[in-house]
């Protein structure tokens, strides 16, 4: 039995949707079933294991099942952020193309407004010339896959992009074993159980929501919480709401989102008192750039959460995703003062064996 069919076994679990108010609840059972029927239809346009699939699919529920019948495939996924225009001049249109360079992918899978505009765009391109895009909407999805293929604990699962800041962005391969291990360490570590709920917010093209926040969600078979990134910017009390109305114990942010919440809260302090009740926030995760102490106290302390809820945490996508995690924030305030958190967690790094380091 995969990890996959074991959460589908479990008691009933699986994801909220939540978007423009409207909750669709959707267990792993009925996840596994969608991504079968995504794989079988994925099959019948030509992709095979092995193959690179770039995806631009803006619907979140659409994108998961679209995901899941790569991974159930070996197909493998690339996340790469949906531009708001597809633009040659786009620096996120550049990312794109240069993911299409870098791994010579031929299959692009898109909804059906970015697929139309990525027909126009990318023959004009020499990185593209040779790619197809595929309409998801369009995926004949009217039966399951005859058949699953084997896969290898050595098999890439993904390919996470790095930031590009030194120049086009690396394409770094992320296969099961290793993405096994991070997991298993970072529930030893973090102490995450199958009866917590958790939340995301951020985009999947990001390490933490792919790994910490859907992966990890799906092998503890617990609940989990999905909703779409403009929403959270648009109105980032939004986060804060959905953390009490779904009573949360896990969720994450870079140190902007909570900095948009302190903002939003100093723009109309009367609202804190019509805010959900926040007592099942055990931690939440600030990672993915630099985090300061500033931002988190304000943060802790307009929400009248403690301290002790604040994780801050530092990764690479060389090693999955985080390597550490400071679980000590109401007592030593910062990384500087964190020494010997950071030095035990060392003895955590993903080895790449799936066995905890001793």
Same mark, same amino acid.
């Given at each position: 039995?995969?990890?996959?069919?074991?959460?589908?076994?479990?008691?009933?679990?699986?994801?909220?949707?939540?978007?423009?108010?409207?909750?669709?609840?959707?267990?792993?059972?009925?996840?596994?079933?969608?991504?079968?029927?995504?794989?079988?239809?994925?099959?019948?346009?030509?992709?095979?294991?092995?193959?690179?699939?770039?995806?631009?699919?803006?619907?979140?529920?659409?994108?998961?099942?679209?995901?899941?019948?790569?991974?159930?495939?070996?197909?493998?996924?690339?996340?790469?952020?949906?531009?708001?225009?597809?633009?040659?001049?786009?620096?996120?249109?550049?990312? #794109? &193309?240069? *993911?299409?360079?870098?791994?010579?992918? =031929?299959?692009?899978?898109?909804? %059906?407004? +970015?697929?139309?505009?990525?027909?126009?765009?990318?023959?004009?391109?020499?990185?593209?010339?040779?790619?197809?895009?595929?309409?998801?909407?369009?995926?004949?999805?009217?039966?399951?896959?005859?058949?699953?293929?084997?896969?290898?604990?050595?098999?890439?699962?993904?390919?996470?992009?790095?930031?590009?800041?030194?120049?086009?962005?690396?394409?770094?391969?992320?296969?099961?074993?290793?993405?096994?291990?991070?997991?298993?360490?970072?529930?030893?570590?973090?102490?995450?159980?199958?009866?917590?709920?958790?939340?995301?917010?951020?985009?999947?093209?990001?390490?933490?929501?792919?790994?910490?926040?859907?992966?990890?969600?799906?092998?503890?078979?617990?609940?989990?919480?999905?909703?779409?990134?403009?929403?959270?910017?648009?109105?980032? #009390? &939004?986060? *804060?709401?959905?953390?009490?109305?779904? =009573?949360?114990?896990?969720?994450? %942010?870079? +140190?902007?989102?909570?900095?948009?919440?302190?903002?939003?809260?100093?723009?109309?302090?009367?609202?804190?008192?019509?805010?959900?009740?926040?007592?099942?926030?055990?931690?939440?995760?600030?990672?993915?750039?630099?985090?300061?102490?500033?931002?988190?106290?304000?943060?802790?302390?307009?929400?009248?959460?403690?301290?002790?809820?604040?994780?801050?945490?530092?990764?690479?996508?060389?090693?999955?995703?985080?390597?550490?995690?400071?679980?000590?924030?109401?007592?030593?305030?910062?990384?500087?003062?964190?020494?010997?958190?950071?030095?035990?967690?060392?003895?955590?790094?993903?080895?790449?064996?799936?066995?905890?380091?001793?």
């Amino acid at each position: 039995m995969t990890l996959f069919e074991a959460a589908a076994a479990s008691r009933g679990t699986g994801i909220t949707y939540l978007s423009d108010s409207v909750e669709i609840f959707e267990t792993y059972t009925e996840l596994l079933g969608a991504a079968r029927h995504h794989l079988g239809g994925l099959r019948k346009i030509g992709m095979e294991q092995g193959e690179p699939c770039l995806m631009q699919i803006g619907q979140l529920r659409v994108h998961i099942h679209a995901m899941w019948g790569c991974i159930l495939g070996g197909i493998i996924l690339v996340n790469v952020s949906i531009p708001s225009k597809y633009e040659v001049k786009s620096a996120v249109v550049q990312k #794109l &193309l240069g *993911v299409l360079d870098n791994l010579d992918a =031929k299959h692009v899978l898109a909804s %059906s407004d +970015n697929a139309a505009s990525l027909r126009r765009l990318l023959p004009q391109t020499s990185e593209g010339a040779n790619t197809t895009v595929h309409d998801v909407s369009q995926l004949d999805v009217s039966s399951p896959a005859v058949c699953e293929p084997m896969i290898r604990a050595g098999d890439v699962l993904f390919y996470l992009l790095t930031s590009g800041s030194t120049g086009r962005s690396k394409c770094i391969p992320e296969c099961h074993r290793a993405i096994v291990s991070h997991l298993r360490h970072s529930i030893l570590h973090c102490n995450y159980k199958p009866s917590d709920v958790a939340m995301n917010w951020l985009p999947f093209d990001h390490v933490v929501p792919m790994l910490t926040y859907h992966l990890c969600d799906v092998y503890l078979a617990r609940h989990s919480v999905q909703v779409p990134t403009a929403e959270i910017i648009a109105d980032p #009390l &939004l986060w *804060v709401r959905t953390l009490g109305h779904c =009573k949360c114990t896990h969720s994450w %942010s870079p +140190n902007f989102g909570c900095k948009l919440v302190v903002t939003a809260l100093e723009a109309d302090p009367t609202c804190i008192g019509s805010l959900a009740d926040l007592s099942s926030i055990k931690r939440l995760m600030n990672a993915g750039e630099q985090v300061t102490t500033a931002v988190c106290d304000s943060f802790l302390s307009m929400l009248h959460l403690h301290p002790s809820v604040m994780q801050p945490a530092f990764g690479m996508a060389e090693v999955c995703t985080c390597m550490t995690y400071n679980n000590k924030y109401d007592q030593s305030k910062a990384f500087i003062n964190a020494k010997d958190s950071i030095v035990s967690n060392r003895l955590r790094l993903v080895d790449n064996t799936g066995v905890p380091a001793e």
